[in-house]
């Protein structure tokens, strides 16, 4: 009996990590179009005539929509099958970079993002719960943090690499190559991903939006919200501060973005530990290196070393707090998983387009200089509400 057993469960486990690995290159495909428009914000502000703080606002536009569209579309195809929604979702991904191409003004290019924008949540939320399921329990943030990696690939290879062949082809030729891309992926996933785990079922009359009833829930995610506000207050405008203030070439910016990205490999794989041990632990540990690393970095512009130092330890809290908020989100509503991961991707994506917007302001009120100042500020904030909801509870745990 045992002889039959352990095969068995070796291949479970290898078709297992075959799915989540589908998932990860999936989550690369997804996150390369989110965040490219970062790395070629500044050449396609100047191709469209707009200021770098209004193709910033591309930025908000992409949150605001996964925000205010995510959660409702997430919750109302949650019985459809996985594949199927994991397929439509790389598909519209495609169609959304090749309208990006052939973009002239900046509303044909709003329309573009939130295309993409309005499926985006749903694949996160629902991704992060199948890789918990496919990988079993004690292991769901090993799991999820495996297909964030597509988030760090993201950083490290694909983002970079869209700046760097926008050098070379032009920023809608980046936006030609990530459409080709999504439908690869999109053909290996239909090819080799195998049906997918339903959604954990759920008592009769139970609706998922139960946890929204739960205020400790409720405070995950405002706290979502402000640790990405504090993210990319800063991160939004990072390539134009490498070019102005730190005076990278625009045709080394990709590399700087893509040692960027490699750091936070290291991030990703201490986000993936600690959040097991202690999700609100890592999230304040995190931010406080986030601040360091941020506040650090204008200062240290004349410094190469110095710069190095603090871009590290940014890169490094910045890619661990993806995994991180998600877990912790999941984990706080885990009467409804995949709704609850959809809606820390849209309270996610709220602080990401409060974040442009807020460094955007900054920049044309206080100067480029200021914004990491205005990110470490923020992230106190994120702090102190992370201390006060580990208070909270502790005192439940009385």
């Not at 490219?36 to 591309?58: E, M, N, S, W």
């Not at 439908?183 to 959604?199: K, S």
């Not at 202690?278 to 941020?294: C, D, F, R, W």
């Not at 302001?361 to 200089?369: M, P, V």
Request: proline fraction near 3%.
């Amino acid at each position: 009996m045992h002889a039959t057993t352990a095969p068995l469960s070796a291949a479970a486990d290898a078709r297992a990590g075959s799915s989540i690995l589908i998932l990860t290159l999936a989550a690369f495909a997804v996150l390369t179009t989110e965040f490219i428009i970062l790395g070629i914000l500044p050449g396609l502000a100047r191709d469209l005539g707009i200021t770098v703080a209004h193709a910033g606002q591309l930025v908000t536009v992409f949150a605001f929509t996964v925000m205010l569209v995510g959660p409702f579309l997430t919750a109302a195809i949650s019985h459809w099958d996985r594949k199927k929604v994991f397929l439509g979702v790389l598909l519209i991904f495609a169609a959304s970079n090749a309208l990006s191409a052939v973009a002239t003004d900046f509303w044909t290019m709003a329309i573009s993002r939130i295309l993409a924008a309005a499926t985006l949540p749903v694949f996160w939320g629902t991704a992060s719960e199948s890789a918990g399921q496919l990988a079993g329990k004690g292991n769901e943030g090993k799991a999820v943090a495996r297909v964030y990696l597509g988030i760090t690939a993201a950083f490290v290879f694909g983002i970079p690499s869209g700046t760097l062949a926008a050098d070379a082809l032009g920023w809608r030729g980046t936006f030609w190559l990530i459409s080709g891309v999504c439908l690869v992926i999109a053909l290996l996933m239909w090819v080799r991903l195998p049906t997918l785990p339903e959604a954990p079922k759920r008592a009769v009359g139970e609706r998922q939006t139960v946890i929204l009833k739960d205020p400790k829930f409720l405070l995950h995610i405002a706290l979502s919200v402000v640790v990405f506000t504090a993210m990319f207050s800063a991160y939004t405008y990072l390539a134009d501060i490498l070019e102005r203030l730190a005076h990278v070439p625009s045709a080394q910016v990709g590399w700087w973005l893509m040692g960027f990205g490699a750091v936070g490999m290291i991030g990703n794989a201490i986000g993936g530990r600690l959040v097991d041990r202690s999700p609100l632990g890592a999230t304040i540990l995190l931010l406080i290196v986030l601040g360091a690393g941020m506040a650090a970095a204008a200062p240290a512009v004349d410094t190469l070393w110095l710069l190095i130092v603090a871009l590290a330890a940014w890169g490094i809290a910045y890619t661990a707090l993806f995994p991180v908020c998600q877990v912790r989100v999941m984990i706080a509503g885990s009467k409804a998983q995949a709704l609850a991961g959809t809606l820390n991707v849209s309270a996610a994506n709220g602080g990401i387009g409060l974040g442009a917007m807020i460094g955007g302001a900054t920049i044309q009120q206080l100067g480029l200089a200021a914004l990491g100042w205005v990110g470490a500020l923020i992230a106190a904030l994120a702090v102190g509400l992370a201390l006060l909801l580990m208070a909270r509870t502790t005192k439940a745990c009385v």
